[in-house]
């Protein structure tokens, strides 16, 4: 076999994927996918509380929740060539990744693995004392690097502020006062409205150097090429502020599914070696990746010592075919030569119990008219023995038989 078709070989099978992710399609799956999965987004509630007169704010710690526009079906691409063993592990009552094994054996390798934690602590007013009992004036849950959904929860959250402290029974010059400090207009009535910017409870998000994160809908208008593997989303540290007016709450950085740009990792086969690929999620979010992969060159350069090596083999086996038969004929030889001895020996316990001595011979000579018969005569072939006419008995007399008419000595 020619060098080239090895390279063409090893060109080709790894460029195949074993597993691959395509959007989810309505008709449903079909036989080749194993499933489908989200990818992650964190959401936090903000909660409003009220402890006598103390109004208190707090930001939750992020959950995540799959993210309903980023859905794909996982496939995987069976070959010919190889021996595969996918493992796929999913959160608990979700669609969010845990685990990703490949074994690709060509036979291929194995598995994929990770772990991540984000976590933020409560946000709270510092300048409050807390009471022993909380009223709830709003709760609302909402993607905080999404501007549309912030702005939206921030607004919803001082609405109902403003109502309750509208219906509470506070003093009127008290609400006022209220009121003014949060808008920035010192004794404005409680009918007074402010923008946006002088909204009391605010919540700014930002990401390093002070710029505000792409939001998920970036992601959907530039989707990633996820058809020889999967797609993820990594962490990315986002920074929290949540205050009252100009007043600061509370300020941290955590870490939250970046929601755009989205990655693509590939998942594809290696050429006659075992390849492993561990890759591990934390509620959908990819903490560790672990890859390991002998040399491919190594083997395709080894791949015609392994030819010549059993091309060799087939004389030898051969050789030992010929051995074999050839001990199998002497054996038979042995028998035979043995058979033939053993009829030998019946002969002679045959002859014995005839009456002859051992070694000895009959020659018996027919006459006629007292002269020996030829031996090409009828009648000189009769007789009993084994002699022949004209053969002398042991003390050198011929044998002969008397006939009619004899002298008998």
């Known amino acids: 076999m020619k060098p080239a078709i090895f390279i063409a070989l090893g060109l080709c099978l790894p460029g195949c994927a074993v597993v691959s992710s395509e959007r989810s399609a309505p008709a449903g799956l079909s036989s080749e996918n194993i499933g489908y999965y989200s990818l992650p987004r964190a959401l936090v509630t903000l909660e409003i509380t009220q402890n006598g007169d103390a109004i208190n704010a707090a930001i939750t710690e992020p959950f995540y929740a799959a993210d309903p526009a980023h859905k794909y079906v996982l496939n995987y691409k069976s070959s010919p060539l190889s021996a595969d063993t996918i493992e796929v592990e999913f959160e608990s009552n979700s669609t969010l990744l845990k685990k990703i094994s490949t074994t690709t054996e060509d036979k291929t390798d194995e598995i994929i693995l ?163 690929k561990n890759i591990e999620f934390t509620k959908g979010v990819l903490t560790k990746v672990r890859v390991e992969k002998p040399s491919e060159a190594l083997a395709l350069v080894t791949l015609p010592l392994d030819i010549a090596k059993a091309i060799l083999s087939v004389p030898a086996d051969i050789l030992k075919l010929k051995v074999d038969l050839s001990s199998q004929e002497e054996a038979l030889a042995k028998k035979q030569a043995a058979l033939i001895d053993a009829k030998k020996e019946l002969a002679g316990k045959r002859s014995v119990e005839a009456g002859d001595p051992p070694n000895s011979r009959r020659v018996v000579v027919s006459v006629m008219n007292g002269r020996p018969l030829p031996q090409s005569s009828p009648l000189g072939r009769r007789g009993s023995g084994s002699g022949a006419p004209g053969e002398r008995s042991d003390d050198g007399n011929p044998h002969t038989r008397p006939g009619p008419g004899s002298e008998q000595p």
């Open 114 to 276: 990770a772990a991540v934690k984000s976590f933020v602590g409560i946000l709270e007013s510092g300048d409050v004392t807390k009471q022993a009992t909380s009223t709830v004036i709003a709760r609302l849950t909402f993607d905080p690097v999404d501007p549309a959904e912030r702005t939206a929860a921030l607004a919803e959250a001082n609405k109902f502020l403003r109502n309750f402290l509208r219906f509470r029974k506070f003093g009127a010059a008290k609400m006022s006062d209220m009121v003014g400090d949060w808008c920035g207009i010192r004794g404005a009535s409680t009918e007074s409205t402010c923008d946006s910017d002088s909204w009391p409870i605010k919540l700014a998000v930002s990401v390093p150097g002070d710029v505000d994160p792409a939001p998920r809908s970036a992601a959907v208008s530039v989707p990633p090429d996820c058809t020889k593997g999967i797609c993820y989303r990594p962490p990315l540290p986002v920074k929290f502020r949540l205050s009252f007016g100009e007043v600061a709450l509370d300020e941290r950085t955590i870490e939250i599914p970046n929601a755009a740009p989205v990655y693509a990792m590939e998942l594809r086969k290696a050429f006659m070696v075992t390849k492993i």
